[in-house]
């Protein structure tokens, strides 16, 4: 089992950027894919990326691509979401998850393929 707390929200303006740090506890989190996910009001909690259990394989959704950089820190127990030219419609509340399947054996895009989550860091990008 693992537990994970997220950090790193706030409010910026648009264009400008942030970090999210997801840190989490259990000796074997470096088993487990890792994956960002957000919910805006009223919509559906979707996917935004996730990363293999070394970091070596990484999947985005459209939207964020070349904007957004998932990376893990294995040693430190540590996933990142670097957020770069941030829009309005990024506004969200950001949720780390993780997931103990193998990558590659299932789409880590679902966010019912994740057993756990964390509590979520809310980021408002504002216009």
């Known amino acids: 089992q693992v537990q994970m707390v997220e950090s790193g929200g706030g409010l910026v303006q648009a264009g400008g950027s942030l970090r999210l740090s997801c840190a989490a506890s259990?000796?074997?989190?470096?088993?487990?894919?890792m994956g960002w996910f957000r919910q805006a009001p009223g919509n559906e909690r979707e996917f935004v990326a996730a990363?293999?259990?070394?970091?070596?394989?990484?999947n985005y959704a459209d939207s964020v691509k070349g904007r957004f950089t998932i990376s893990r820190e294995n040693g430190k127990n540590t996933v990142l979401l670097q957020m770069l030219s941030l829009k309005p419609e990024d506004t969200a509340v950001y949720y780390c998850a993780a997931s103990p399947k193998e990558w590659g054996r299932f789409s880590n895009s679902r966010k019912t393929e994740y057993a756990y989550w964390g509590q979520g860091t809310q980021v408002t990008v504002s216009s």
């Open positions: 990363t293999s259990w070394s970091g070596g394989s990484t």
């Open positions: 259990g000796r074997t989190f470096r088993r487990y894919v």
